[in-house]
């Protein structure tokens, strides 16, 4: 799944990801772990660089299949645009990119 997300420069508020199976169903996130990655460059090549790593926490119900990722201030301290994906881990130590996409940290007035 393919997204754009916005932001604001300093906002480090978490972003809340649904992890699935590319289709309608949640994916299992009992005994699982989401890493949400980011990197300056689209298709980066090994050693990868990222600008950022937010390891997720499962949020409400497991059925659900909702990780948080929380924003430390360091983290939402950047400007520009930037690509992300998360990378699943599920239960038997199997991986999987579950979304993948832009985000984007504009400046605001306030900063």
Request: aromatic share 12%; charged share 25%; no cysteine.
């Amino acid at each position: 799944m393919s997204s754009l997300i916005k932001r604001k420069r300093g906002d480090d508020y978490s972003i809340f990801l649904w992890v699935s199976d590319g289709g309608e169903e949640s994916l299992d996130v009992v005994n699982t772990s989401a890493v949400l990655s980011v990197s300056s460059e689209k298709e980066p090549v090994a050693p990868v660089t990222y600008v950022f790593q937010i390891t997720g926490e499962i949020y409400g119900e497991t059925s659900d299949g909702i990780y948080e990722f929380p924003f430390t201030s360091s983290e939402a301290d950047n400007l520009g645009k930037f690509y992300y994906d998360v990378s699943y881990t599920d239960a038997g130590g199997k991986t999987r990119t579950t979304n993948e996409g832009t985000i984007i940290f504009s400046q605001d007035i306030g900063k």
